[in-house]
Structures are given as structure tokens and as C-alpha cells.
């Protein structure tokens, strides 16, 4: 099993930027991607970005391409969401996710989630 557990949500003015964590705990050695999903009121989960925790590759979402970047911090087991340029379009709760094999591109069906942190952005 492996567990995530997501932080560094909160309220943000339009233009901000903040940084998201993610950890991951228990069987580590056997994740192969891990990725960010987000979900706002009355909206389907949504591909953010992702990460081959090898670091082979990343993909984004076209709706944060040069604003949002992913990066791994193996030696703490944890994943990061910078996300700069911040809209009001962004406010969601943003999830972390991992996966036993590599999943590439804007896919679902990955095996670990994380509760979620919530990101609000103010106009």
C-alpha cells in the first residue's frame, strides 16, 4: 500500500503563486508515476500534471502549461506543484496520485490518491 498526503493549499490572490506537496509513505520503492488530479465545485477530476518518478517525464494540462511545474524530491518521497500566475479558474481541490507503472499523459485510473488540499484563488 501507499499512502499520500497532500499540503501547502490555501487562499491566494489572482496572479500568486503557491506550492503544493505531496508525501508518500509505505511501499514507495513500487510507485513508477505520481500526478496531480484537482477537482472544482460541480466539475469532473481533472489532469493537472505528472511525473515518471524516475524523472524520465512530465506532461501538463494544457491549462497550466508554463504557469504549473512538478517536481520530485526522491530522498523525502514527496512531489511538488509550483503554480505560479494563479487564476480564479484554478481554484480547486487539487489532489496527488501514484501509480505501480507509468502512466503518460492526461489518464486516469491511477491506483493511490491523497485526500486533497484545497486552492482558492480570489479575483
Known amino acids: 500500500q501507499v499512502q499520500l498526503v497532500e499540503s501547502g493549499g490555501g487562499l491566494v490572490q489572482a496572479g500568486g503563486s503557491l506550492r503544493l506537496s505531496c508525501e508518500a509513505s509505505g511501499r514507495t520503492f513500487s510507485i513508477r508515476t505520481m500526478g496531480w488530479f484537482r477537482q472544482a465545485p460541480g466539475k469532473e477530476r481533472e489532469f493537472v500534471a505528472s511525473t515518471a518518478w524516475s524523472g524520465s517525464f512530465t506532461y501538463y494540462a494544457d491549462s497550466v502549461k508554463g504557469r504549473f511545474t512538478i517536481s520530485r524530491d526522491n530522498a523525502k518521497n514527496t512531489i511538488y506543484l509550483r503554480m505560479n500566475s494563479l487564476k480564479p479558474e484554478d481554484t480547486a481541490v487539487y489532489y496527488c496520485?501514484?501509480?505501480?507503472?507509468?502512466?503518460?499523459?492526461?489518464?486516469?485510473?491511477?491506483?493511490?490518491w491523497g485526500q486533497g488540499t484545497q486552492v482558492t484563488v480570489s479575483s
Open positions: 496520485a501514484a501509480d505501480r507503472v507509468e502512466l503518460r499523459g492526461a489518464v486516469s485510473g491511477y491506483e493511490y
